[in-house]
């Protein structure tokens, strides 16, 4: 989201002129070596449709002859805003497969993670087990289809032994 902000609502709202940090990275991305940056805020309205905000921006060389980058600085947002998506994606991603790898440990089956070789011995009382595949089904790391499967799969391992 601050992706989002620092490379889109800042220069069309015309801080770009009060933020030079900002102003400086753009134009190195965007305008040639003896070119400056331009952009020109605006707002238009539609019926029904409310305010929009936005910029025109443009580099300008010494001669003043101006350029638009509008295209190029659209590609850098989506760009930028796409690498943080696809990052957020990633960690959510091993977040999910880090909370069900502690799960499996927990309730005692690490022979169906896919780290483990050889099925190691279960630790833990029947009862602790169930608790704690229960504990995980009611807080929703699991479905009902896996809870049924996991339980029946730990019922398995005790009447076997």
Known sequence: MVVLVVTTVLPSSGLLNSLPGLRQALQGMLCNAEETLNAEPFSTGMAG???????DFACVDAAGVSRSVNGQFNLLSAGVYSLFFVLGLLFSMMGIFRGTRKLVSAVGLSELTPTSSAPTKPTGTLAARLSALEDAYQ????????????????LNQFTNE
Do not use: N, P, S, V
């Open 49 to 55: 449709f409310g305010q929009y905000y936005g910029a």
């Open 139 to 154: 807080k929703r790391q699991i479905t009902a289809e896996e809870h049924q499967e996991l339980r029946q799969k730990l």
